[in-house]
């Protein structure tokens, strides 16, 4: 039986949650994410924990929730089903219907989430995927995931939770995580929360990077977006594609740094170089096609994605934070009605923040430049055509696949790699 203080925790909790595909959507979750090790902050009665888990995912939910008994949640779960599908119902002009169409819609959808949280729970508690813990402290230890997600809790309820607390759960999500992302932005009241450019500004200071990516999700009206937060090593780290310890990567870099006096100038010299001294393998037909940095030097060719891979090398080299940025370009240069992505790199300079360049190789009508915070890219994005919104700081699994798999020229144009959607 319960007790009055019990009875009283119970009540005050309201129980309701998203399902996997509408985590997919407000965290842009590629299948890369999917794959990785990954801790819900605040998941409640979601059903992202259990089916990901299904799917052979890896990941653990925390939240306070988590102390009660499956009869009581889900007692709990039809009581303030009724309450908020109300209160949905008559403000229904108040949210925005794409997602998820109409109310009847929604409620069909938490519901159908929460009996599928319900149907886990306790399996999921025997396997330690659900553990009542609680922000701002958590028990894991230092980066034991990649990523951590907090989906509609930190700046949502910034009426109830000061800015102390926010930036304390912020900073204890980076300690177990290499990355943090977090959706809305917006508070209850429909504004943005009065924390975030203080968040922001308190992050960056000590090192991260946070970023403001806009996803596909809005049901609360302009809450478009997601905070993702991460580590400045993701962007300099060496990996067996920016492999940049290569002898002649790192003397090459070391070379292009030599006599420079800021990032600034380090990076205009490895850009040159890559842009000017690399042939891009389409427009000069080379028969290879290549993918590590290494590699990209030694053939002096590569495709604008591994062009990106040596320029990568090189600054990361130097110690300059480099990610790889896409977009979706129509190749109509190689064939007819066919879109791909293109690859190019975004570059953190201290004086500038995150800089986009593009070394793919100047010709006729593409004249990429450096000329920071001036963008110049080498294509002006049309119609139908649209830029990827990260910053990635490992190269695309599709990218890198394509680059492995096809190992000419015709058997490239065959076969660019591509998204269907800007959000991957
Ligand atoms: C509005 S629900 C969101 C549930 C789910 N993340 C979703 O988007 O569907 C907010 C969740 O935050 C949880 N929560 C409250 N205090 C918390 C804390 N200190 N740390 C982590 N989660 C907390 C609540 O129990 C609740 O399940």
């Known amino acids: 039986m319960n007790t009055n203080n019990e009875n009283y925790k119970l009540k005050s909790i309201v129980p309701w949650g998203r399902n996997l595909d509408e985590y997919k959507t407000i965290f842009n979750l590629s299948q890369q994410d999917l794959n990785s090790k990954i801790l819900g902050c605040g998941d409640g009665p979601s059903s992202f924990n259990a089916e990901l888990t299904e799917l052979g995912g890896e990941i653990t939910s925390i939240d306070p929730i988590y102390e009660f008994t499956k009869g009581q949640l889900s007692e709990r779960i039809d009581e303030v089903a009724r309450e908020v599908m109300a209160m949905v119902r008559e403000n229904s002009t108040s949210f925005v219907w794409k997602n998820i169409k109409n109310p009847d819609e929604l409620e069909s959808t938490r519901m159908g989430a929460m009996k599928n949280f319900l149907e886990d729970y306790e399996q999921g508690l025997k396997e330690c995927r659900y553990v009542h813990e ?85 049901f609360q009206q302009g809450a478009d977006e997601m905070l993702v937060v991460k580590d400045m090593q993701k962007y300099l780290e060496e990996t067996p594609i920016v492999d940049y310890s290569n002898k002649k990567v790192y003397s090459l870099a070391m070379n292009l740094a030599n006599g420079c006096k800021t990032d600034t100038q380090i990076t205009k010299k490895c850009f040159e170089y890559v842009r000017d001294n690399i042939n891009h393998s389409g427009d000069y037909r080379d028969e290879i096609t290549t993918y590590k940095a290494s590699d990209v030097l030694k053939y002096k060719t590569g495709w604008c994605y591994a062009k990106s891979h040596l320029l990568a090398g090189l600054l990361r080299a130097n110690g300059i934070p480099t990610g790889f940025c896409y977009q979706r370009l129509s190749c109509s240069e190689y064939k007819k009605d066919i879109y791909c992505l293109h690859g190019l790199n975004s570059i953190y300079l201290k004086e500038f923040g995150w800089y986009r360049v593009d070394a793919r190789g100047n010709k006729e009508g593409v004249n990429a430049q ?17 830029d990827l919104p990260v910053i990635y700081s490992e190269p695309l699994d599709e990218v890198v696949c394509a680059l492995k798999k096809y190992k000419n020229y015709d058997e490239m144009i065959e076969n660019f790699p591509d998204v269907e959607s800007q959000y991957v």
Do not use: W
């Open 134 to 218: 609680m922000l701002p402290s958590l028990s894991f230890s230092d980066k034991q995931f990649e990523l951590a997600l907090c989906s509609h809790f930190l700046f949502l309820y910034s009426e109830h939770l000061d800015f102390e607390f926010h930036l304390n759960a912020i900073m204890e999500m980076l300690r177990v995580a290499k990355e943090v992302r977090i959706f809305p932005l917006m508070s209850l009241e429909n504004e943005y929360s009065p924390y975030l450019d203080k968040v922001i500004n308190r992050l960056e200071a000590k090192g991260y990077v946070a970023q403001i990516v806009k996803t596909d999700y809005e």
């Open 370 to 386: 450096f000329n920071p915070p001036h963008e110049q890219l080498a294509f002006k994005i049309e119609e139908h055509e649209f």
